[in-house]
């Protein structure tokens, strides 16, 4: 399984590899993957990290599970695969990104392009059986997920944070907030956008505008 991580990772998350939960996760998801159909394929798993190495890394956004139907899932969180419908939580992204900074809602959904520019697309759960919502959870993602998102904190500063919604606050509880920049909204899912909970946030644009006051390049979303 981690001969699809990329060494940046591998070097950073190395001790926690050694570690028993992993072996265990790893048997667990090797496991699943031979015996049922699941999500992301097996090579994109660590599709988030692969695309965004250690040292790119400029923004952070989680999200919970990755998507359990055919064709949509490809390791990035709240992305999809091209010529797949946007998912409503995606949709509502992009729709405050347009009315945010002015950027077209696109054709495609897939997110490979924010990950380029060093945004690491952090699923808590990194994998999931085909059609079952939330089938790998408590198997050891998330204890792997959280020690990523306190490696970051810690040999990092400066990292923005993302955390939209509930689920995702809780997980970057471990977030040294005098060092990283760290913005919260609600969850772009229709339940918590249409109550007000998610539009206006306006995360894109001071997301790079803590960028450009730190000298690094903005991002263009």
Not at 178 to 186: I, N
Request: proline content about 5%.
């Amino acid at each position: 399984m981690l001969s699809h991580l990329h060494p940046s990772w591998q070097a950073i998350l190395s001790e926690e590899f050694q570690k028993t939960y992993f072996q265990q996760l790893t048997t667990f998801v090797e496991n699943e993957y031979a015996t049922s159909t699941c999500y992301p394929p097996k090579n994109e798993i660590f599709a988030a990290f692969n695309h965004c190495p250690f040292d790119k890394l400029k923004v952070v956004i989680i999200g919970q599970d990755p998507y359990h139907g055919p064709g949509q899932a490809n390791g990035l969180c709240f992305s999809v695969n091209d010529g797949v419908a946007f998912p409503p939580s995606l949709m509502n992204i992009f729709k405050e990104l347009e009315k945010d900074i002015g950027t077209p809602i696109p054709i495609w959904g897939n997110l490979e392009r924010w990950a380029a520019q060093g945004v690491l697309l952090l699923n808590a759960t990194l994998t999931v059986r085909k059609g079952e919502a939330g089938s790998h959870q408590k198997r050891g993602w998330e204890t792997f997920t959280d020690a990523v998102i306190q490696t970051i904190s810690s040999h990092n500063e400066g990292i923005v944070f993302l955390l939209w919604g509930g689920f995702a606050q809780k997980k970057g509880a471990k977030i040294d907030q005098t060092k990283h920049f760290v913005l919260t909204a609600g969850h772009p899912s229709p339940l918590s956008a249409n109550r007000g909970f998610w539009f206006g946030n306006k995360h894109f644009s001071k997301t790079n505008a803590y960028l450009s006051k730190k000298g690094i390049k903005e991002l263009d979303w």
